[in-house]
């Protein structure tokens, strides 16, 4: 509960700036429009048309979805930012679930999970695959923490906000539909995020402190428009799509489970790089810092939530955690991948 002192704190200078730190939702490219008012059998043939080409298929899935999930939050990015538009809303809710269909089955390449694993067996796979994994050491973060020019690591830096300016969202989003522990160990996340009753703790709160100590309000957005790359969005559209739809709730909690263990390797070696190009400053690095004994300890409470949870978990739960886990590992590579070679580009 809060106290009414709490909801009468004065708010500090960052708070009055909207967030997430988008722009406004400035009309469809000419690409998305024309797709999106096709009947699902035309939309799905061009779909499999362009399944040959992989980047450009990604990126016309990834561009799109990044839109749709834009719609789904209601912010200002969105198509229908505090309106309603019934003609356009059942064209967009179509597309997404077209194009959710071809990452999930076309575009992500998910390893199979292994077969009948019981609650308690799950658990034991869990621990171990957080522990090796193609996305835990990915060399990515060691290019970040030994090799990216401050150029790279700055427009890193731009991709993290981006990634993570809706966690809890995302969080939120991923307590509906989960009951008993599962619920209890999602909704105390949320708490965490949302800065256990003080706005200067939420989690987007770091953030917000990191663009200012970078003066970078104004290039994000920039960045936004102009240059940044649709890969970015791979893992934040994957969740997403996860959450979004009910029949995929208990991959979601298995995918957040992934993303939550990687947090204190990769952000280690995001610290390591900040040091190393000279932009450690507390306030810039403080998300990072916060988060590696954070998120230690949300990855065993997920765990410990599984393996305690009922009633038992079927076999169908069970897997589809097991699936959300995989998918989480399987859309992380795609994006590291991805990003290494752009960030060694750049000077
Ligand atoms: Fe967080
Ligand atoms: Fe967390």
């Not at 967030?19 to 779909?47: A, C, H, M, R």
């Not at 402190?209 to 920039?222: A, I, K, P």
Request: charged fraction near 20%.
């Amino acid at each position: 509960m809060l106290s009414i002192n709490q909801l009468q704190e004065k708010s500090s200078n960052l708070q009055d700036r909207s967030w997430p730190p988008v722009n406004k939702f400035q009309g469809f490219s000419g690409l998305i429009k024309d797709f999106l008012y096709l009947d699902v059998t035309q939309q799905y043939e061009i779909l499999a048309k362009s399944r040959d080409n992989s980047e450009e298929h990604g990126k016309f899935i990834h561009e799109s979805l990044g839109l749709i999930y834009a719609y789904v939050l209601g912010y200002e990015d969105s198509p229908c930012y505090i309106t309603t538009n019934e003609e356009l809303e059942i064209k967009l809710q179509q597309l997404k679930i077209v194009l959710e269909r071809e990452l999930m089955n076309y575009w992500l390449d998910i390893p199979v999970i292994p077969q009948q694993l019981n609650q308690g067996e799950a658990v034991d796979y869990l621990n171990k695959k957080i522990l090796d994994n193609s996305g835990v050491y990915h060399e990515l973060f060691d290019y970040i923490a030994t090799k990216a020019s401050k150029t790279s690591v700055i427009t890193f830096l731009q991709n993290e906000v981006i990634r993570n300016e809706v966690v809890d969202d995302e969080v939120a989003l991923l307590v509906k539909g989960l009951q008993g522990l599962l619920k209890k160990v999602v909704a105390s996340n949320l708490w965490d995020e949302c800065g256990r009753g003080k706005l200067n703790d939420f989690h987007t709160y770091w953030l917000r402190m990191l663009l200012e100590e970078l003066n970078g309000w104004n290039q994000l957005s920039d960045y936004r428009k102009l240059t940044s790359p649709w890969y970015a969005k791979i893992t934040s559209n994957s969740f997403n799509m996860l959450l979004t739809r009910p029949g995929y709730k208990y991959m979601a909690y298995g995918a957040f489970l992934i993303f939550e263990s990687w947090v204190h390797p990769h952000f280690e070696r995001i610290i390591a790089g900040l040091k190393r190009v000279g932009i450690d400053q507390e306030d810039l690095s403080i998300y990072f810092t916060a988060h590696l004994a954070i998120d230690q300890y949300h990855t065993r409470e997920l765990l410990a939530g599984i393996a305690n949870q009922e009633p038992r978990l079927n076999q169908a739960e069970v897997d589809q955690i097991l699936l959300g886990s995989h998918l989480a590992i399987a859309a992380g590579t795609a994006q590291y991948g991805r990003m290494l070679s752009y960030l060694s580009t750049l000077k």
